[in-house]
């Protein structure tokens, strides 16, 4: 019998990157040129760049860290994630371990339905014209799946017809018709949008009214995925604090996210920490990602946290997460950039639904990560402890110097660029 996989990967950040690399490409099996794509040599090239979009003078690249420890519905991965900002991968990371002793994440997902939206002006008789799209519902949806090609043959497609009435506005009343289609594996956008551009002509005939958008929506609220998992209070000591109260500073801050938007706005930010590198990584549209995510955290009237946080009966911290998550495994970028197809390799998701639950489940472990560090040590100790190596890099260190110097910032707790350059100039005169 093979060795099971295991994300738990003791010192895992003291290996240098080429022995991270090779330990990742034996879990992944990764061929050779997989493995080149890790390190530039075989990545994404000028040439390619310039066939993806326009006016490409180059490629810009970012670093690619490898998030250990996740245990999702009893199964291990390794998440391969783009970021440049420091602390990010670390913390996912310590914040997985604290989950898995509790059981991992349960996480879950709705089926990959998306919202195509077609506008609707000048309608003579909004509610007979509202009435009569739902009557030509059965005509619609088979139009909209004659231009759906291989998504209709892997069963998805054109499902239902909604429509709303928007009276009132500075343009006039609006007919607003919703197309929910099934996008399977891919992200789908190219396909929503060509569905609602193939019956706009028909909607425009049976209301009377005149079209004007015909376009997706990001607030893709029927493709949502879901995270939750436990953390035993014991788990959460510090030094300083016990378990318990930890677990109560930790649900103290969630419901100060769910009832203040200031505050709101920089807890859901750090969520959006863990869950955009993981977007980069695997080639999808984070942009989208990050406005749907934002427009459900307001969908209510009020812009509130996208976690939960609460204590058990057992005294334990109990945490979930809930937004859209319009992914895909086929299709544009995830299968163009050389490095992303790698990526999806590593994750090793069978599915766009899967992979939307691995990306809900870094997001609510980069939440706990970002609370607790709030909740005892305050944010900034941790974070500028990282933050020194990018100083010592821009202050001109080089080689084996860019340790010795972060590690005297953090020895003296003064980690600023200006000591940085200090600290160089007195070590090359010694």
Known sequence: MSKQKTSRLPGFYKHTWQERAAIVAEWADLTPDEQ?????????????????????????????????????????????????????????????KLFRAGGGFITHSDEPVMIGQIQVMDVPDLRVASDAVLQNRDMLLAEANRVGGSIVKRGGGAQDID??????????????????????????ANAINTAVERIAPHIAHITGGRVNLRILSNLTDRRKASAQGTIPAAALATNTLD???????IVEAGVFAEVDSYRA??????????????????????????AGAHAYAARNGQYTSLTQ????????????I??????????????????????????????????AEVIAAVGLAQNLAAMRALATEGIQRGHMSLHARQLAIAAGATGDMIQRITQMMIEENNIRLERAKQLITELEGA
């Open 36 to 96: 080149a794509a890790l390190n530039d040599r075989n990545g994404l090239d000028v040439a390619q760049a310039t066939h993806l979009i326009e006016n490409v003078i180059g490629v810009y690249t970012l670093p690619l860290g490898i998030a250990t420890n996740f245990l999702i519905n009893d199964r291990d991965y390794l998440i391969p994630m783009v970021i440049e900002e420091p602390s990010v991968v670390a913390a996912v990371s310590n914040a997985a």
């Open 163 to 188: 429509v709303r009435i928007i009276e009132q506005t500075s343009v006039g009343s609006m007919l607003i018709v919703h197309l929910l289609y099934d996008t399977r594996d891919a992200m789908g």
């Open 243 to 249: 378990g318990a109260a930890v677990v109560r500073a």
């Open 265 to 290: 706005a920089t807890h859901n930010k750090g969520i959006m920490n863990g869950i955009d590198p993981v977007i980069i990584a695997t080639g999808n549209d984070w942009r989208a990602i990050e």
């Open 309 to 320: 946080w609460w204590q058990d009966d057992d005294g334990n911290l109990r945490g979930s």
């Open 322 to 355: 809930e937004l859209p998550l319009a992914v895909g495994i086929v299709g544009g970028m995830t299968r163009v950039h050389p490095t992303a197809k790698v990526a999806l390799k590593i994750l090793g998701v069978e599915s766009a639904r899967e992979l």
